[in-house]
């Protein structure tokens, strides 16, 4: 249990160190840029996910490694995708961020749906 604490706590505090730390660096490379390189980290980040636990010595140094990696993106994308949803040309922009706001809760549960129909598929 410390463990699993450990991760979500330095998943969420690598993360508010990315945005603190983005302010810096975003306009200097660009917005394209930095997405490209968020999006980039979030995905090697979950595809570490299913590797580096059984490539290194200790399993949870894989998994930490892997959270390090997609909160590098997780941070970024926080940072980005709201001011870029924000200037986009339309007429509800109200609308549009609520509906992007509420992506996290329906990944969250696309998540938790898929993977109790994996675990009653393999039981």
């Not at 986009?88 to 992506?103: D, G, I, R």
């Not at 329906?106 to 109790?116: N, P």
Request: overall charge neutral; glycine content about 6%.
């Amino acid at each position: 249990m410390t463990q699993i604490t450990l991760l979500i706590t330095f998943y969420f505090g690598l993360q508010l160190l990315v945005d603190i730390l983005s302010v810096a660096f975003v306009d200097r490379i660009g917005y394209r840029a930095s997405m490209v390189i968020a999006h980039i980290c979030a995905v090697a980040g979950f595809i570490c996910l299913t590797i580096l636990p059984d490539m290194l010595a200790s399993p949870f140094a894989g998994l930490m490694a892997a959270v390090a990696i997609y909160a590098v993106g997780g941070g970024l994308l926080e940072v980005l995708v709201s001011p870029i949803v924000e200037a986009c040309p339309t007429k509800n922009k109200e609308k549009a961020m609520s509906l992007l706001h509420s992506f996290y809760c329906w990944g969250h549960m696309a998540a938790v749906f898929a993977s109790i129909a994996f675990f009653t598929c393999l039981a």
